[in-house]
């Protein structure tokens, strides 16, 4: 009975404490107004849109997603310098745009969508479009003269990391 009531409040209880976590940080200042203000946003938000949820994600290894986190923070850091590298340095025509389609592996539509916005969020990849069957993604990378080691190196750094959380 508590069980069924705390899901009834909580459906969705990693997104009730990530939303108060983001409005903590939105609101930038400390205070209990803003926690308490946080909670009863992480619990109406998820409550209202559960019915757009119609399975909850599982996470079959949740802690594998802070080290995932944190790749992919490391690796945009990276980026970021790769990138600036090719800007100030590389000339134009020196430089391989190439689109890249990516087989995926993956077949969860949440693990797809994290898969597409961290190749997006990584300077120098852009993630343009999903195949109709959901098994492949088009990404377009700003210099890469090899498109087979840039596919592999998603497949290996991003998707089997999110395969191994999600499936």
């Known amino acids: 009975m508590v069980r069924k009531l705390a899901r009834r409040v909580y459906p969705h209880p990693q997104l ?3 939303l108060t976590v983001v409005w903590c940080l939105l609101a930038n200042a400390p205070s209990a107004n803003t926690v308490v203000f946080g909670l009863i946003l992480g619990t109406v938000i998820p409550i209202l849109t559960h019915a757009y949820w119609p ?3 599982v996470m079959h290894k949740p802690l594998r997603v802070i080290e995932y986190i944190l790749l992919v923070l490391w690796d945009i850091v990276l980026a970021n310098i790769h990138v600036a590298i ?3 340095f590389k000339r134009n025509a020196d430089m391989v745009p ?3 389609a990516i087989p995926l592996d993956l077949r969860t539509p949440e693990a797809i969508a994290i ?3 961290t190749i ?5 990849t852009v993630s343009a479009d999903l195949s109709d069957e959901g098994h492949a993604l088009l990404v377009h990378a700003l210099d890469a003269s090899d498109p087979e080691a840039v596919r592999n190196a998603i497949k290996d750094r991003y998707e089997r990391r999110l395969k191994e959380i999600f499936e």
């Open 86 to 88: 090719i800007v100030v």
């Open 55 to 57: 399975d909850r994600p």
């Open 98 to 100: 190439n689109w890249v």
């Open 16 to 18: 009730t404490i990530l």
């Open 115 to 117: 898969l597409a916005g």
């Open 120 to 124: 997006t969020l990584t300077p120098g």
